[in-house]
């Protein structure tokens, strides 16, 4: 069984910092790339960062550029997130999802294409 755990979420002051963690089981690590969306009331899932160990790349949106980082930890299929100086609006549900490493590089932030998801945590960021 395929499965996508986020944890780390919570209330954090702006300025602050939270690591999501996104711990995977049930596929080949290897095959897929992991992305961190998020999805915040009224918008659309947007694309935060995400990583292919086995294509050593990762990208991130502009909003996240300088602030978050993405890693992975492959002995323990586990992907990070580490969020920095965040802001009210980083404020979202924050999903991770695993897509084929054939598709990772033209249309990794392309959530529609995505096979798994995680059920998703809670960041809440207070001014």
């Known amino acids: 069984e395929v499965q996508l755990v986020e944890s780390g979420g919570g209330l954090v002051q702006a300025g602050g910092s939270l690591r999501l963690s996104c711990s995977t089981s049930?596929?080949?690590?290897?095959?897929?790339?992991i992305g961190w969306f998020r999805q915040a009331p009224g918008k659309e899932r947007e694309g935060v960062a995400c990583?292919?160990?086995?294509?050593?790349?990762?990208y991130y949106a502009d909003s996240a550029k300088c602030r978050f980082t993405i890693s992975s930890d492959n002995a323990r299929n586990t992907v990070y997130l580490q969020m920095n100086s965040l802001k009210p609006e980083d404020a979202a549900v924050y999903y991770c999802?695993?897509?084929?490493?054939?598709?990772?590089?033209?249309?990794?932030?392309?959530?529609?294409?995505?096979?798994?998801w995680g059920q998703g945590t809670q960041v809440t960021v207070s001014s």
């Open positions: 990583i292919s160990s086995a294509l050593h790349s990762t």
């Open positions: 999802g695993a897509v084929p490493i054939e598709v990772f590089t033209a249309m990794h932030f392309v959530f529609e294409i995505y096979d798994y």
């Open positions: 049930g596929f080949n690590f290897d095959d897929y790339g």
